[in-house]
Nanobody
């Protein structure tokens, strides 16, 4: 049973930084694709960043250059991080971690290929 648990959200002022973590358990496959999505009130969920089995990274245009996604490199761990710098009020949202064994490159920032989701962590930028 795969479980994803996010942490690291909080409230920061514009220009500040946060580092989100997603701890994964129940996996036996470490070349999965993992991604971060976010959803602001009244808006659709959007893909923010993804990292595939070859550790190639993909970013939404709105956060490119400010956010960095990375996989946990410790042995037998399958988590993912999202370093967020120069945060803006429009980054305010609930952030979700997602995972899937394999996702085709054109769809890594779309939510429908992902089977596993965390409960989310709130990020508020004022």
């Amino acid at each position: 049973h795969v479980q994803l648990v996010e942490s690291g959200g909080g409230s920061v002022q514009a220009g500040g930084s946060l580092r989100l973590s997603c701890a994964a358990s129940g996996y036996t496959y470490n070349r999965n694709c993992m991604a971060w999505f976010r959803q602001a009130p009244g808006k659709e969920r959007e893909g923010v960043a993804a990292v595939d089995g070859d550790r190639r990274t993909y970013y939404a245009e709105s956060i490119k250059g400010r956010f960095t996604i990375s996989k946990d490199t410790a042995k037998n761990t399958y988590g993912v991080y999202l370093q967020m710098n120069n945060l803006k009020p429009e980054d305010t949202a609930m952030y979700y971690c997602a995972a899937e064994r394999v996702v085709s490159t054109p769809f890594v920032l779309q939510d429908w290929p992902y089977s596993y989701w965390g409960q989310g962590t709130q990020v508020t930028v004022s």
